[in-house]
T-cell receptor, first 114, second 114 residues
Framework: DVKVTQSSRYLVKRTGEKVFLECVQDMDHENMFWYRQDPGLGLRLIYFSYDVKMKEKGDIPEGYSVSREKKERFSLILESASTNQTSMYLCASSGGEPSTDTQYFGPGTRLTVL | AQSVAQPEDQVNVAEGNPLTVKCTYS??????LFWYVQYPNRGLQFLLK??????LVKGSYGFEAEFNKSQTSFHLKKPSALVSDSALYFC????????????FGKGTRLHILP
C-alpha cells in the first residue's frame, strides 16, 4: 500500500515563526502536492511538484514556499506564520499522469498559529 | 472557468436507505472526475474515478457513481447506507486550463442515522 506520512498531526506555532511541514511518500511517485483544507472551502492547492527540484504555484501560494530536494520528500514552508494560516494541511502524491492518476493523501497536519 | 460544485453541505440518510451525494461540473474538453472520502481525523481516500468508458463507475466500499454528460453530473450513490459511511465526501475534476491540475469541490458531509 502507498504510504504518505506527514511529520506532525498537530502543531502550534506563534505569529512570525518559520514553520516546516514535512511530507514523505514511499512509492517512488513523481507528483506531490500540498493542500490546505478549511471548512466550507474544500481543498485548495498551495504548491505542487512533478519532479525533483521542480515546483509550481497552485491557487494560494502567497505566504508559502516549498522544497523538493529528494523525490520522496516534499516540504511546505511558512516563512513567517500568521494567524490566517491556521488550517489543516494535507500532502498528497501520485505516480502517473497528474490529471488521471489517483492521489494518495497523508493524514494531515492541523496547524494553529497563535 | 472550470469548476466543480457540490450543492449540498450536508446530507442525512437513515441506515439501510439508498444514499446520493450530488456533484456537478463545468469543464471544457473531456471531464476526468473523481470522488474522495475523508473519515474523521484522517486524510482523504480515493473512492472512484471516471476517465472514459462505461458511465457507471464502481468503487470502494460499495459506492458507485454515474457520469451523466447531458446533465454534467457525477453523483455518488450507494444502495444501502451504513453508519460507517458517515464522512466528508469530495468530488473533484481535472482542470485542463490549468496544467491538468485537479480541483476539488467544497465537500458534502454525509450523516447516516442509525
Amino acid at each position: 500500500d502507498v504510504k504518505v506520512t506527514q511529520s506532525s498531526r498537530y502543531l502550534v506555532k506563534r505569529t512570525g515563526e518559520k514553520v516546516f511541514l514535512e511530507c514523505v511518500q514511499d512509492m517512488d511517485h513523481e507528483n506531490m502536492f500540498w493542500y490546505r483544507q478549511d471548512p466550507g472551502l474544500g481543498l485548495r492547492l498551495i504548491y505542487f511538484s512533478y519532479d525533483v527540484k521542480m515546483k509550481e504555484k497552485g491557487d494560494i501560494p502567497e505566504g508559502y514556499s516549498v522544497s523538493r530536494e529528494k523525490k520522496e520528500r516534499f516540504s511546505l514552508i511558512l516563512e513567517s506564520a500568521s494567524t490566517n494560516q491556521t488550517s489543516m494541511y494535507l500532502c498528497a502524491s501520485s505516480g502517473g499522469e497528474p490529471s488521471t492518476d489517483t492521489q494518495y493523501f497523508g493524514p494531515g497536519t492541523r496547524l494553529t498559529v497563535l | 472557468a472550470q469548476s466543480v460544485a457540490q450543492p449540498e453541505d450536508q446530507v442525512n440518510v437513515a441506515e439501510g436507505n439508498p444514499l446520493t451525494v450530488k456533484c456537478t461540473y463545468s469543464v471544457s474538453g473531456n471531464p476526468y472526475l473523481f470522488w474522495y472520502v475523508q473519515y474523521p481525523n484522517r486524510g482523504l481516500q480515493f473512492l472512484l474515478k471516471y476517465i472514459t468508458g462505461d458511465n457507471l463507475v464502481k468503487g470502494s466500499y460499495g459506492f458507485e457513481a454515474e457520469f451523466n454528460k447531458s446533465q454534467t453530473s457525477f453523483h455518488l450513490k450507494k444502495p444501502s447506507a451504513l453508519v460507517s459511511d458517515s464522512a466528508l465526501y469530495f468530488c473533484a475534476v481535472r482542470d485542463m486550463n490549468r496544467d491538468d491540475k485537479i480541483i476539488f469541490g467544497k465537500g458534502t458531509r454525509l450523516h447516516i442515522l442509525p
